[in-house]
């Protein structure tokens, strides 16, 4: 019986060490959790455009608030949030200048991979990029799959979409 309660105060010994060390590494792991976090913030509160920022905060500031990921996400690039843009209201200047703001581009230019004609005529346009564009004046591209366009910034935040032919036709980001 003394073996027993030996061995049974060695194990509770074992137990409590490494309890002990685990309490003492979670801590560490939210304060890198909080580093990562404030990191995705500050580099998407630089960006200007309301909804750009709103799409950098969706892919790198939830996951890591969400407990979703450990670590940042890799910051979206200029041509992954052009056009997720909604508002022509310049963000609120910020007080921390130490991150230079992103490359704001003023175009893009990508192939058409896919393109479906939506009910009231309109083409809705996926590039090889992962973007999708939907028309929203009624005009014939005359584009075939594999036909580069480029979309532009124009008038009062909104975009246009140019073929290689010259064609030209307003636009709005749909993912």
Known sequence: MLHHTRTACRAMRSLRAVLAGFTL?????AAAED????????????????????ACYDARVYPVASGAATAAAPMPTPEEVFGAETSATPAPAKEDTSTPPPE????????VTAMTTL??????IELDNGQVWRQVEEHE????IGDSVTISRAALGTFRL???????SKVDRVH
């Open 119 to 124: 009910p009231r005529g309109e083409l809705q």
């Open 141 to 144: 591209l005359l584009l075939r």
């Open 25 to 29: 590494c979670l801590p560490l792991a």
């Open 35 to 54: 580093d990562a976090l404030t990191t995705a913030v500050k580099a998407c509160g630089a960006i200007r455009k309301n909804s750009e920022r709103l």
């Open 162 to 168: 140019k073929t290689a032919s010259g064609r030209v």
């Open 104 to 111: 704001e581009l003023s175009k893009i230019t990508a192939r």
